[in-house]
Nanobody
Framework: QVQLVESGGGSVQTGGSLRLSCAAS????????MGWFRQAPGKEREGVAT????????YYANSVKGRFTISQEKANNTVYLQMNSLKPEDTAMYYC??????????????????WGQGTQVTVSS
C-alpha cells in the first residue's frame, strides 16, 4: 500500500522560502510519476510540479516556474519541493501525489491515484 507523508509547511512572509518533503513508501516498481499539487480555499486543486522518478524529468506550472524546484532523493524515497520568492497567492494546502509513470509530465490531479494528507503553506504580505 502506497503511503505519502508531507512535511515542511509553515508560515512565511512574501519573498521567503520553504522546502516541502514527501516521504514515500509501498511502491512496487521504481517508474513513478510524483507530483506536488495545491488547493486554496474555494479553489480547485491544481498541479504545481511533477518529476519522473527514473529519468528525473521535471515539469512545472507556469505560475511557479523559476521559483519552485521539485527534486528527489532516491536513497530515502523522498521528493522535495523547494519554494523560493513566495507570494501570497502561493498560500494553499500542498499535497504530494503519485501516479503511473505515463502520467508525467502532466499536472492533472485526476490522473494521480495516491495522495498524502497535505501540509499548509501560508504566505503573508
Amino acid at each position: 500500500q502506497v503511503q505519502l507523508v508531507e512535511s515542511g509547511g509553515g508560515s512565511v512572509q512574501t519573498g521567503g522560502s520553504l522546502r516541502l518533503s514527501c516521504a514515500a513508501s509501498g511502491f512496487t516498481e521504481n517508474r513513478i510519476c510524483m507530483g506536488w499539487f495545491r488547493q486554496a480555499p474555494g479553489k480547485e486543486r491544481e498541479g504545481v510540479a511533477t518529476i519522473y522518478t527514473v529519468g528525473g524529468n521535471t515539469y512545472y506550472a507556469n505560475s511557479v516556474k523559476g521559483r519552485f524546484t521539485i527534486s528527489q532523493e532516491k536513497a530515502n524515497n523522498t521528493v522535495y519541493l523547494q519554494m523560493n520568492s513566495l507570494k501570497p497567492e502561493d498560500t494553499a494546502m500542498y499535497y504530494c501525489a503519485s501516479g503511473h509513470w505515463v502520467v508525467c509530465p502532466g499536472l492533472e490531479p485526476s490522473r494521480f491515484g495516491n495522495w498524502g494528507q497535505g501540509t499548509q503553506v501560508t504566505v503573508s504580505s
